[in-house]
């Protein structure tokens, strides 16, 4: 296994100098995948993991592109985001004999990446789809996981309805491309409707930047993805198993709304919080970014990490998890009185 570097960038938001990000193409054994680094190597790993047809550009660009998210996260982790193979952009098209690949397969090269980047224990960012793929990486790699930050997270088999969706994605991906329909079954996925717009209100700036962007997916890669995902197992049984700490996030017009507070109720109410945005769909990162910013704080908090100008120990050395407090995440804690935040705690 080897990785190739390929562009810097440097990123500058609310940091005196530019933070540097390199992307690498790291080979596994399930092929190349597309890996961006950003901060310091030295600080514990966030890694994350998109939703279906997404990269780390048009899931995760609205929550880091909020300066106080962005430099909470950076000051305490290096961030290494995972795209989907061939998700990135400009990315390769598969042969038509490379096999098709399951989530298991996705899973399995998130710990070949972790291996190759010398990286120890990770907390993990996931976005539905991507969400799934990390709860699986958790339950095989439980010792490589510190904590697992879900939105709008799967945990099921596929519905009938979900699993009709895909595969007339599926079909249209494999005849047609990514098509106008493909592109409109996938917004209403991420979207809530008030984001979607109507006859009588136009479609928000991100729903129409998010469809700039699929345009430049290729969609044999997208139809791969799409299919490893409709043919997942269901891994409810298994999620008393998880000993880490899960925060989950979703939006109440998520598609997936319910399957999230299912998820909860699997988790051991000792580890998990749950967080319901309102008037927001399955994409919160890039629709209601900002409701994030205080379930997160509070989250890592029992960590021991902070806020660059109440940080008293260095982050170079992630703390050994304090106990969970509900509390924490209580209404007036978590400042219901300023809207859309919408708390849960798993009894």
């Known amino acids: 296994m080897a990785s190739e570097p390929r562009d810097s960038v440097s990123v500058c938001m609310g940091y005196s100098?530019?933070?540097?990000?390199?992307?690498h193409v790291v080979r596994t054994n399930n092929g190349n995948v597309s890996v961006f680094v950003l901060g310091d190597h030295e600080k514990p790993a966030l890694i994350t993991y998109p939703d279906l047809a997404l990269n780390y550009e048009s899931c995760f660009q609205g929550l880091f592109i909020y300066q106080e998210p962005f430099c909470f996260?950076?000051?305490?982790?290096?961030?290494?985001?995972?795209?989907?193979?061939?998700?990135?952009?400009?990315?390769?098209?598969?042969?038509?004999?490379?096999?098709s690949m399951t989530a298991y397969d996705l899973a399995d090269q998130i710990v070949e990446i972790l291996n190759y980047f010398g990286l120890g224990s990770v907390m993990c960012l996931g976005v539905t789809a991507g969400a799934y793929i990390l709860t699986l990486f958790a339950l095989k790699y439980t010792k490589r996981v510190m904590g697992l930050i879900l939105v709008s997270p799967l945990c099921k088999s596929p519905s009938w309805t979900e699993w009709l969706c895909n595969k007339l994605m599926s079909n249209l991906l494999y005849l047609c491309g990514m098509c106008g329909v493909v592109k409109e079954l996938l917004l209403?996925?991420?979207?809530?409707?008030?984001?979607?717009g109507n006859i009588d209100f136009p479609?928000?700036?991100?729903?129409?930047?998010?469809?700039?962007?699929?345009?430049?997916?290729?969609?044999?890669?997208?139809?791969?993805?799409?299919?490893?995902?409709?043919?997942?197992p269901d891994i409810s049984n298994w999620l008393r198993k998880l000993k880490c700490r899960s925060l989950i996030i979703v939006g109440d017009s998520s598609p997936f709304h319910h399957e999230a507070l299912h998820m909860t109720s699997k988790l051991d109410s000792r580890y998990t919080a749950l967080v319901e945005v309102q008037d927001c769909g399955s994409l919160v990162t890039e629709e209601q970014p900002d409701a994030m910013l205080m379930p997160l704080e509070y989250f890592l908090m029992s960590y021991g990490f902070y806020k660059q100008c109440h940080l008293s120990v260095s982050p170079r050395s992630p703390l050994s998890p304090t106990s969970f407090s509900p509390e924490l995440f209580s209404p007036e804690s978590m400042g219901l009185k300023l809207k859309p935040i919408k708390t849960r705690i798993p009894q």
Do not use: W
Not at 73 to 99: A, T
Not at 188 to 196: E, G, I, P, V
Not at 210 to 224: H, I, K
């Open 203 to 232: 479609e928000s700036d991100i729903v129409q930047s998010c469809r700039r962007l699929l345009s430049e997916r290729q969609s044999s890669n997208v139809l791969r993805y799409v299919e490893a995902i409709n043919g997942r």
């Open 188 to 196: 209403r996925r991420y979207f809530s409707k008030a984001a979607l």
């Open 17 to 23: 100098t530019p933070v540097a990000g390199k992307k």
């Open 73 to 99: 996260l950076l000051h305490n982790f290096c961030i290494y985001h995972i795209s989907p193979p061939g998700h990135e952009m400009d990315g390769d098209i598969p042969s038509s004999d490379e096999p």
